[in-house]
């Protein structure tokens, strides 16, 4: 393997901005490291990627980006272990979504090689931004985006793939408290929700800026044909306890098939903990609020990992979640975090080391 | 008017690139002129736009464009007289639609002055670009994206509106066939579907692309729902005659208003043609086609004007609208190019002068 990483070619910065950082008050993915993976799709095929000091992209007023929302990402972590070693979780997931987004987006897919190496690459030669403390990690982004020329309305003939990462903390501050929507949507029925395109995020700003002027932190988006079913928050997938059995929403072309939802799912039925994953409507969970059988509910990504909700709004009525001991929210927060940052054993192998 | 013109900022270009066209063949939106129009919006407010040399943009990588698919565009044509006189079409319609957009994509709304007196500096000092052969024009394209930075899903805190032109020929090369869409869906109810939003465009490209594999040009959208009733397609509103009414759909939130489609219905009920605004089944479309009733089918929007269709595909079968004497398409494209090219008299006052 090791070959193949010195495959990439590296190009240092000449400074470092490490030592402006205060680790101990990081926020979420504001403060980049000093170097970023690049690699161009030109000529009909992707060229070698290659390690680069941070620095802006240049692009002509007429790339596709700008027009046609023609992009796709991922969010993964790395963790530095207390004996320094560097870990990934299940990163050939991300690498497998990414490619099934820019299927879905017209986008040439990447060999795993490119993504898996230059990964390693850039994560060696920033090694020292990946945070130890507790509850921080390197938030990495990959992304691809359409930067060849023209009007018209068609897939991009050049992109650009990079990898970026930002030392973060937490993703939430605070208390999760969610609107259930009952007027806008995420995504269509054969549309592109279950893919990480950039459109599907801008579409949710205007809403979750309605639902945060009314006191709420997130929109949980429900179905956009009956907005009877609970389908997912912004960036987390949602899990709801009712009595002692764990509930989720199955995956669909309008969700995306999140690497948190899925570990959760096996991690929690390895626990002996009753897991359902049917749809959910809106109504079940009123009536469980109303009669006190729902326990919790929480979204799952990786960056909000597991962020408890402590109530949601429906209707113009409000409900409390009131928190619990032993809750399941905690309990495999706990035990997936633990994974991640080899505290504990992998019996899935999800865990994967950066050599 | 003409101090308001002067009012923004012009830096003009060195050197011109206008004696490398070959205004006799032009194709769609890839040659652009010397000059654009940029505006910033930073500190929370819409800085004073300026006329400047066309190019480059520079944005750092975490620049949410490349993330989060925050951007929505226009697309409208200026068209030059035979005594040099600069025309637009209905512009305010367009500067209306982009706040309507950019409101619902959570991008601060631009001044009507911005975007009006910049448009106009702008056509002023590229004049020599807008062409005055038949069936040419000059596509002018305004955009704004958001080039705020952060990974955060939020919206950005700072946006560039850029107005670029590029002089054009046709935006369909020979005959238009389309397939109507079984699985595939542009918009969600309550989605984007309204807004010229980025990755409203994106999300088509992989099934056109599959559409123009089986030899059509375009795929039509129906509802995400039902997949029954048909909608527009990729930049065009649709219009079907059947017998000699002629029905073109509803706008909603899942389709763009468009200023071609609603000048058409004005302009068709002007001249006496019975127009039916209503949803349209494709079931009711097949069966016109089958027993002779179905005349024609046509697409209507600024880029394509209006394209005529010479079939369709629906499960499987195909079905030909043969070309017919005295069309409504032709007639109508006529009518209308009159009038925005100042051939004509404008009863409806669509006509915008620029001086
Ligand atoms: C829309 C959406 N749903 C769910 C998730 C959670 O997915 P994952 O656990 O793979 O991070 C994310 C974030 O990645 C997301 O963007
Ligand atoms: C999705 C869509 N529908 C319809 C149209 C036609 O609208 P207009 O006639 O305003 O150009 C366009 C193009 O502008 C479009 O992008």
Not at 26 to 41: N, P, S
Not at 169 to 197: C, D, M, P, Q
Not at 254 to 274: C, F, H, V, Y
Request: glycine share 8%; hydrophobic share 35%.
């Amino acid at each position: 393997m090791d070959a193949l990483i010195n495959d990439i070619e590296i190009i240092k910065a000449k400074t470092t901005k490490i030592n402006d950082v205060d680790f101990d008050n990081l926020t979420f993915g504001k403060i980049l490291t000093d170097h970023m993976l690049e690699c161009d799709f030109k000529d009909g095929k992707w060229q070698a990627p290659k390690v680069v000091p941070y620095q802006p992209i240049t692009l002509d007023p007429s790339a596709k980006i700008f027009h046609y929302g023609q992009s796709v990402f991922e969010g993964m972590k790395a963790y530095k272990d207390a004996d320094g070693t560097v870990w990934l979780f299940r990163p050939l997931d991300n690498f497998k979504r990414l490619n099934i987004s820019s299927k879905r987006l017209a986008i040439p897919e990447l060999p795993e090689d490119y993504f898996m190496n230059g990964l390693k690459a850039l994560l060696k030669v920033d090694s020292d931004w990946i945070p130890r403390n507790e509850g921080s990690s390197l938030y990495i982004r990959p992304f691809i985006f359409a930067s060849g020329k023209g009007f018209h309305a068609s897939p991009a003939d050049e992109y650009k793939f990079i990898i970026a990462c930002a030392p973060s903390g937490s993703y939430f501050s605070g208390e999760v408290k969610v609107l259930i929507e009952e007027k806008y949507s995420r995504s269509a029925n054969g549309g592109v929700g279950f893919a990480k395109a950039g459109g599907n995020y801008a579409g949710q700003f205007y809403p979750t800026q309605l639902a945060v002027d009314k006191g709420y932190q997130q929109v949980i988006w429900t179905d956009d044909n009956t907005h009877e079913y609970i389908e997912e928050a912004g960036a987390m997938n949602i899990f709801v306890r009712i009595n002692d059995t764990l509930i989720t929403g199955p995956t669909s072309d309008r969700i995306l098939d999140g690497i948190t939802r899925k570990s959760i799912i096996e991690l929690a039925q390895s626990k002996g903990i009753p897991v359902e994953v049917r749809k959910i409507t809106v109504s079940e969970v009123v009536e469980a609020a109303k009669n006190g059988s729902l326990k919790e509910m929480f979204g799952a990504g990786t960056a909000a990992v597991i962020s408890p909700i402590s109530g949601f709004g429906y209707k113009n009525e409000d409900y409390d979640i009131p928190e619990m001991e032993d809750a399941y929210a905690s309990f495999l927060k706990k035990h997936i975090t633990d994974i991640q940052t080899n505290k504990s054993e992998d019996p899935f192998g999800w865990r994967y080391k950066v050599e």
